[in-house]
Nanobody
Framework: EVQLQASGGGLVQAGGSPRLSCAAS????????MSWVRQAPGKEPEWVST????????RYAESVLGRFSISRDNAKNTLYLQMNSLKPEDTAVYYC????????RGQGTQVTVSS
């Protein structure tokens, strides 16, 4: 069973720099591209970033480009999202996701940015 558990969120002031983590289990983590997706209250889910299976390739949504950085540690089966220069509009529940499999999203972590 695929399990993805995101953590590291909380209440952060604008401009803050938290790092989210996602612990993966139930599949061979190193074989899959991984993504972060977020969902703000009352809005549709928004793709944030993707990293290739080996970690050599990354992509970002325009809204976070230059501020967020995705990375992974395949030895630890863990995905990360370093968030810098946070804005109130970054407030959302953040989920990690295996490839394009929306069903793989586990429990997300709430990030609330105060102005």
């Amino acid at each position: 069973e695929v399990q993805l558990q995101a953590s590291g969120g909380g209440l952060v002031q604008a401009g803050g720099s938290p790092r989210l983590s996602c612990a993966a289990s139930g599949f061979t983590f190193r074989n899959y591209d991984m993504s972060w997706v977020r969902q703000a209250p009352g809005k549709e889910p928004e793709w944030v970033s993707t990293i290739t299976s080996g970690g050599g390739g990354t992509r970002y949504a325009e809204s976070v480009l230059g501020r967020f950085s995705i990375s992974r540690d395949n030895a630890k089966n863990t995905l990360y999202l370093q968030m810098n220069s946070l804005k109130p509009e970054d407030t959302a529940v953040y989920y990690c996701q295996r490839s394009a499999d929306v069903r793989s999203r586990g429990q997300g972590t709430q990030v609330t940015v105060s102005s």
